[in-house]
Structures are given as structure tokens and as C-alpha cells.
């Protein structure tokens, strides 16, 4: 064989070789550059959903003030009514947006337990259980701890009453 086409050919090949590992380095570049893509993006929305919420979470809790140990006595049903519709309209905005799906379902409960409350006062300790709940729910979404202890003995009952809420809006709407 003519050395000019050995040449010819050994140069053909590295070309060729040369360009497929440059393809596959610079695929699998784009690959791993995708990934960190997505890893970023998720770690800015994680980031964004908490700064929402430790800006909205204090707006609900101030709203539970007047539903304190102390308070609660002195309110009318006008005062209970527009605590329930804050807590709506808190549910309804970016708060309850980016709370957790239990989280705002405790929310709601609480809401229509309130509107229950305006018209009974004796429900006074549903109230204070799904504030307490709902509490330690916007806490649990912070990643900080209970504000409330509750016994272990508590816990079931009070998830069996939120199932059984949860089952009962499920029903209605």
C-alpha cells in the first residue's frame, strides 16, 4: 500500500476517534451540567417556599392571639366570625400556598370549627385543640420543634378526629 494512503488513513481515523471522544466528553458535560441545573433549581424553590413561609406563618398565629386561655371568654360571635374569615382569607393567600397539604387542611378544620365556635361557645376545646394542632403543624413546616408538648396518649385521638374532618370536607366539596 502507498505511503501517502496509509498516511491519508491513519489521519482519517484519528480525526474520526478524535471527534467521537470530543462528542461523547462534551455530552456527557451537557449531562452533568443539566443535573446541576435541576439540583440548583430545586434548592432555590425549597429556599423561596421557606422565606414564604416565615414571612406568612407569624400573620396566622397572630391572628390565634384573642383564641388564647384568657381571652376567648370576651369574644363575641361578630369578633369569632372575623377571625375565621382572616384565617380564609390567610388559607387563600401565599401562606397557604405553600403550607403543607395536612397543614392547611387543619387549617380549614380550624376555620370551620371556628364559624362552629361563633355559634356554640361550648366547642371552645375543639378550637383550642385544632389551634394547638395547627400550631405545631406551621412549626413542623419550619423544621423547628413542637410549640406544644402533647402527651403520646393525645396524638391518636387527635389525628382520628383529623382524619375523620378530612373525610367529612372530602364528602362536601
Known sequence: M???LQTALISGLVVILSTLIAGAFTFFQQRREKFRWAEQLKQTYATEILRVRLEEYPKL????????RYHWQD???AEI???A????EWAYGRGGLCAEPDTRSAIFILRETLDRF?????AFQKVRDWRRLVINLLRR???LGPAYEIPEQEYQPLFNKFEKSLDELRKRG
Request: net charge negative; charged share 30%.
Open 118 to 122: 361563633a355559634e356554640d361557645k361550648t
Open 61 to 68: 398565629t397572630a391572628l390565634f392571639l384573642p383564641l388564647g
Open 75 to 77: 369574644l363575641k360571635p
Open 85 to 88: 374569615l382572616a384565617v380564609n
Open 81 to 83: 366570625r372575623k377571625i
Open 2 to 4: 502507498d505511503p501517502t
Open 141 to 143: 413546616d419550619l423544621d
